[in-house]
């Protein structure tokens, strides 16, 4: 962080202090928000964290979850006055402040210092303090970073290392994804030193399923991924209906975009959903292709070189044409890159 002795020097007095997450939290920015949250209470600062909306119930078993403060849930204005009476608000896992709904004004109207903990490209540089590093393998390496830099590793107990531990585990595919280098198992390993636990988060997040969502990945499997060999893509659509038909709930059509890219020869993975309010993509990439720049240009989105997000006002089935009718434009380099 740049200004890191400002930023240590304003932290010597106890701050009102907010973190908010980017809208339908991942492990990621739930486990480093949580993670932040306890450090700096331990440090004497009043720290509440704000969600834009619900996440998926295989991460609500993090310490400190029965405190967040879901907004979609709450009044307008319990969120405004939390925000306006905040004398430091942490931005986490998000670099634009739209990826907060309606608390993005009310963040960028706040007199309160701002701090962005991000690793997602073209940040908006709306913060006072800046922790941000796009090489980063998650925004969970970067607050372990912040609290080393505040010289404060000592504080690290097994529920800071547990809610780290899994943004940082499923930021990089369980250590499987090209963004794993040796400082990330670096870090994995002082937070298992600290108090986390593999076993028990990798079981708690990848291997607690409801019946209704293993029924919903082997439809999806069988019944709706589709590839494209002439351009090297796999996408999955489903509708609404389908949805409601197997009870989908926050976070069970996480991960189904990634079954895609396991099909040998396949560089593109898509999935389009139908949320109702707006039409979502994910988007998984391999090697050059860059899906971020693919979201930007089309789809509202962006995020990551090889994994993104987008969304649409349009029908889902303008949506799938939309797409189908780009790849086109993208087909040399799914080809030859």
Not at 239 to 258: H, I, M, P
Not at 261 to 287: P, T, Y
Request: proline share 3%; hydrophobic share 40%; charged share 25%.
């Amino acid at each position: 962080m740049e200004k890191i002795q400002d930023f240590k020097e304003y932290l010597k007095i106890p701050r009102k202090t907010v973190i908010l997450t980017h809208f339908k939290p991942d492990a990621d920015a739930l486990g480093s928000s949580l993670g932040l949250a306890h450090y700096l209470k331990k440090k004497g600062h009043p720290t509440l964290v704000i969600t834009p909306s619900d996440y998926p119930d295989f991460i609500a078993w993090m310490p400190g979850n029965k405190d967040v403060m879901i907004h979609q849930r709450e009044k307008f204005e319990k969120s405004a006055k939390l925000i306006s009476q905040a004398e430091l608000i942490f931005c986490l896992d998000f670099s634009c402040l739209s990826r907060i709904n309606d608390l993005g004004e009310m963040v960028r109207k706040s007199s309160a210092k701002k701090v962005l903990i991000d690793h997602h490209l073209e940040p908006e540089h709306f913060a006072d303090f800046e922790q941000w590093d796009d090489t980063a393998a998650s925004t969970a390496e970067l607050v372990f970073k912040l609290i080393a830099d505040l010289g404060d590793k000592n504080l690290i107990d097994a529920d800071i290392a547990d809610c780290l531990y899994a943004g940082l585990m499923t930021d990089t595919g369980s250590f499987r994804h090209s963004n794993t280098s040796g400082q990330v198992f670096q870090i994995a390993s002082e937070l298992v030193e600290h108090g986390a636990d593999p076993y028990k988060v990798s079981k708690l997040i990848y291997d607690t399923n409801t019946l209704e969502r293993l029924r919903l990945m082997g439809y999806v499997l069988s019944e709706k991924l589709q590839v494209l060999p002439e351009y090297r893509t796999a996408y999955i659509v489903l509708s609404a209906e389908e949805l409601k038909r197997f009870g989908s709930q926050t976070g069970d059509t996480e991960g189904l975009v990634n079954y895609g890219l396991s099909v040998k020869g396949v560089k593109l993975s898509v999935l389009i959903s139908d949320r109702r309010e707006n039409i979502k993509l994910s988007l998984r990439s391999l090697g050059n292709f860059s899906v971020n720049e693919m979201a930007r240009a089309h789809f509202d989105g962006g995020g990551h070189r090889n994994a993104a997000g987008g969304q649409t006002t349009l029908t889902l089935e303008q949506t799938v044409k939309k797409f189908l009718d780009i790849l086109p434009l993208y087909k040399d380099q799914l080809l030859n890159d």
